[in-house]
């Protein structure tokens, strides 16, 4: 991420989701699974839930993950961030001007044996602006 933004940058995430709520989606099926978990939390561990869908983000150049990363997604192990049908801010760094910062996403899922059969789907939308 590169701004000129004397006031640095927000990053926001969007999950399409399905059926009005956000998640992993199966149209043939109608059957979503929830993120982060099948209660929609902020945040699950996929060791103990049954399903469930998230993500985590670190900076690994320029921003700081302990400061510029919201707590949801500052997550490890198999513990992730829940996403929003509408856009959340992930990452607001407000310092100074960046050339080279990165921000790592990774995505993690969970379904269980009762999860219908078929292929799930999701599309989420990243935007970065600058704090001008």
């Excluded at 956000?22 to 945040?43: E, F, H, K, Q």
């Excluded at 961030?81 to 921000?103: D, P, R, W």
Aim: a negative charge; one cysteine or more; hydrophobic letters at 35%.
């Amino acid at each position: 991420i590169g701004t000129n933004a004397g006031t640095g940058y927000t990053v926001t995430v969007r999950d399409s989701g399905g059926g009005g709520n956000p998640g992993l989606w199966n149209s043939v099926a109608s059957a979503i699974i929830g993120s982060a978990d099948a209660s929609y939390n902020n945040t699950a561990d996929l060791t103990v839930v049954s399903v469930g869908y998230g993500l985590q983000a670190t900076c690994t150049a320029g921003c700081t993950t302990a400061t510029d990363i919201d707590s949801r997604w500052r997550q490890g192990a198999d513990t992730v961030g829940g996403l929003e049908i509408t856009a959340t801010t992930m990452v607001n760094y407000t310092t100074t001007l960046s050339a080279n910062h990165t921000v790592q996403v990774v995505h993690k899922a969970k379904a269980s044996t009762f999860t219908p059969s078929g292929s799930y789907a999701d599309t989420l939308t990243y935007i970065a602006t600058g704090n001008f």
